[in-house]
């Protein structure tokens, strides 16, 4: 009698239904938020993951599929950002770009409740956007998801791990508070320490966490440039309405990552309590032979997530595509509630950043095939209308704020 391999299952019945769900809930809203679905090949070359998770990992060290063919030596997926980025750089893709990704990964490690060898990702990645703005911005997506899709009672942890030159200088210091702890520290500490530095706060030990709660923070030993990028993170987060905890000792454990890094935990998964991880990684895309290109994104687990939930998921319509275009930071309150108007439609609804001149925000709405362009400022805070320019046949015309959702609904749909 044939078995299906450890650390993988059969997906069938109620539980495949409720994964089609997700995934389709998925497609709907990351769609509707200026995302494009990308496919990538589920084995690529092993170096390719080699470079960019990283060799002192433990996703390389000890999880990768390998396989060895004609001399070459391939691996199985094990994340997708690496992928995306290869496939960015090789189909020569233009920026600013938005992916969104739907498929399996591998790894292997030691199954547990909700995680297994062969496992789904959900996935968005926001390449060539370098302002704090689009970090928060894609924090808000992964909140505004789960509330669609009836997730509750999840929180959201926040820190920044600085830029290289910030991590230099703060190794030393954490090294000299160590050296009088090096007794108290497992094995695997010492050894990461060494190897990959920032991964010791990863460790589940509870007399490492001691000394780690004593220790000195990256977050409080960044640069100038690091410091006022995590400032203004926080304050577009507050201006969202997002509730977050600041967790100093939060790492990623891959070594792509820069600055901003955030998960959301759901306490009823016990120590695998992550549904979603991510962050910045401004670095990578050099590393992999491309261009200095800003990026963020973040990857969820579907399976583990629907451990919590017990309810049916919606699946949303698409129609056209608007682009908001504020002109000011103060506005942000007033254009997120006018992006969630618009979504709440049905309508595809991306945010330019209100931190840059109207031109830029339009020639972006240009290349994202934005259908209309709503551009909100003084004028249109002080007469009580929204602009809104047909990007197709370059009118403009004023629609006032209590006439929108009429205007809307006579929109036509694609």
Known sequence: MYQKPKGTRDLFDK?????????AAARDFFTRNGYEEIRTPSFEFAALFDRSIGTTTDIVEHEIYRFEVNKKTYALRPEGTASVLRAFIENKLTLPARFLYICSMYRRERPQKGRYREFQQIGIELLGENKP??????????KRYLVLIGAKDFTIELNSIGCPDCRGKYREKLGSFLQNHMTDLCSDCKRRFERNFLRIFDCKKETCQRVYDEAPKITDNLCHECAEHYHKVKEYLNQFGIDYAENKKLVR?????????????HGGLGA?????????????????????????GWAMGPERLLLTMSEDLPVLDQKETFYIAGMGER??????????QIQGKGHRCLLGDPGEPIKIQVKRANKC????TVIYGEDEE???YYTVKNMQLGEQQ??????FDAFLANVRGK
């Open 15 to 23: 539980e495949l239904r409720r994964l089609q769900a997700m995934n």
């Open 382 to 384: 002080k007469n009580g």
């Open 133 to 142: 703005f689009f970090d928060a911005e894609i924090i808000d997506q992964g």
């Open 369 to 372: 095939n934005a259908t209309y």
């Open 398 to 403: 004023k629609v006032l704020i209590q006439e």
């Open 331 to 340: 506005y942000i309150t007033k254009i997120v509630r006018l992006r969630d």
């Open 272 to 296: 695998q309590d992550t549904i979603i991880a991510g962050g910045r990684y401004d670095l990578l895309m050099r590393e992999l032979g491309g261009q200095d290109t800003p990026c963020t």
């Open 253 to 265: 454990g891959l070594d792509y990552y820069t600055r901003t890094v955030f998960e959301f935990k």
